[in-house]
């Protein structure tokens, strides 16, 4: 089982998860990422009228650029940037662990308008 399955969270109020600003965004540049520590990809997410973003993302099992650039992702938007080697990650880009625990990223089913908010 993947790591942090094996359990649920405590129960929160909704307004806890509210607080969690998750949006839709279109990946628009993949760049190779070669001084992460395990292989990842520095993207850069539009997220229309939100502006443009950039996320470290650890996705290079399943994804290349080729497939990553024109999908619509996922991402937490407001988490504070963390700083990955000389890299600043200004979002989190999200998906969830396969049966090996590779990241498979969370995607709309059909394409939304970037920017747009989880609910």
């Known amino acids: ?14 307004d806890a998860f509210m607080a969690v600003d998750v949006r839709v965004g279109t990946i ?25 973003k950039r ?10 650029p080729e497939t990553l ?15 990955i080697g000389k890299f600043m990650s200004e979002v989190l880009t999200l998906g969830f662990p396969d ?4 990241v498979v990223l969370v995607m709309p089913e059909r394409a939304v308008p970037n920017g747009g908010r989880l609910f």
């Open 99 to 102: 049966e090996a625990g590779e």
């Open 1 to 14: 089982m993947a790591e942090g399955s094996e359990s649920r969270a405590p129960v929160i109020p909704f």
């Open 55 to 64: 996320s470290s993302a650890q996705i290079t099992k399943y994804y290349t």
């Open 28 to 52: 628009i540049a993949v760049e190779p990422f070669p001084e992460a520590r395990k292989p990842a990809w520095k993207l850069t997410i539009d997220f229309g009228p939100l502006g443009t």
């Open 69 to 83: 650039v024109g999908r619509q992702v996922a991402a937490v938007l407001n988490f504070a940037p963390r700083q």
